[in-house]
């Protein structure tokens, strides 16, 4: 089946430090990419997505783009925040047409002022 | 806010007993998810539900069963509960039409504590 392979942190950064979690997936067809992220205490926000190979997603300064060539979905931020304190979560849909999500085991990344 | 409420926020009970989870999706949305996030199998897609049909299976023990009612909410029974079934419950909605493309909005989940 469908899998996602994220690094796992936990990763540490001063502020305006550059940003990459890597995320690489498993599938056939062709998967919907998605990155969501979880504040403590908090439920999963969808942060961007990508429905096609070659697409851009992008949101409060973050972005990914769907390489099919690499079956890469990496999350880059040139410049973190306290704020972006968080756990970020890579997930795919699209397994056989199904809309469940496929999700890697996360990243937790804390920035320090 | 995602516009999806889940009830309880925390739940502790002892095992072998039976709880009852509840998730209102967002308003005009027709699809519930139901996923389990736990220390060591991450987070899991359980079932799914689409107008009040299953659409949907994956990693969902037969003690643990769901439905969807006519008013699109949706309610997660775990019965004969174990220690192992301590988790945060998160259901999610999306819209109309649900196609894997589709965003799924999360709801801020429901913290079972099995004793």
């Known amino acids: 089946g469908n899998s996602v392979t994220q690094m796992e942190g936990p990763v540490t950064l001063s502020e305006e430090a550059f940003l990459t979690i890597n995320c690489t997936y498993t599938a056939t067809g062709y998967p919907s990419l998605f990155w969501y992220v979880q504040y403590p205490g908090e439920g999963l926000q969808l942060l961007l997505k990508a429905t096609?190979?070659?697409?851009?997603?992008?949101?409060?300064?973050?972005?990914?783009?769907?390489?099919?060539?690499?079956?890469?979905?990496?999350?880059?931020?040139?410049?973190?925040?306290?704020?972006?304190?968080?756990?970020?979560f890579c997930a795919l849909s699209g397994e056989s047409g199904s809309e469940k999500l496929v999700f890697g085991k996360g990243t937790k990344l804390t920035v320090n002022p | 806010?995602?516009?999806?409420?889940?009830?309880?926020?925390?739940?502790?009970?002892?095992?072998?007993?039976?709880?009852?989870?509840?998730?209102?999706?967002?308003?005009?949305?027709l699809s519930v998810y139901w996923?389990?996030?736990?220390?060591?199998?991450?987070?899991?897609?359980?079932?799914?539900?689409?107008?009040?049909?299953?659409?949907?299976?994956?990693?969902?023990?037969e003690r643990f069963s769901a439905q969807?009612?006519?008013?699109?909410?949706?309610e997660l029974n775990l019965s004969s509960l174990e220690l192992g079934d301590s988790a945060l419950y998160f259901c999610a909605s999306s819209p109309p039409g649900s196609r894997w493309t589709d965003t799924q909005y999360f709801g801020p989940g429901t913290r079972l504590t099995v004793l």
């Open chain 1, 52 to 88: 096609k190979a070659d697409d851009k997603g992008s949101n409060k300064g973050f972005e990914a783009t769907y390489r099919k060539e690499t079956t890469s979905f990496h999350l880059e931020k040139g410049s973190v925040q306290v704020s972006d304190s968080a756990v970020y």
């Open chain 2, 1 to 29: 806010d995602s516009g999806v409420t889940q009830t309880p926020k925390h739940l502790i009970t002892a095992t072998g007993q039976r709880v009852t989870l509840r998730c209102s999706p967002r308003s005009g949305d």
């Open chain 2, 35 to 61: 996923y389990q996030q736990s220390l060591d199998q991450g987070l899991q897609f359980l079932i799914q539900y689409y107008n009040g049909e299953e659409r949907a299976k994956g990693n969902i023990l």
């Open chain 2, 68 to 74: 969807q009612f006519p008013d699109l909410h949706s």
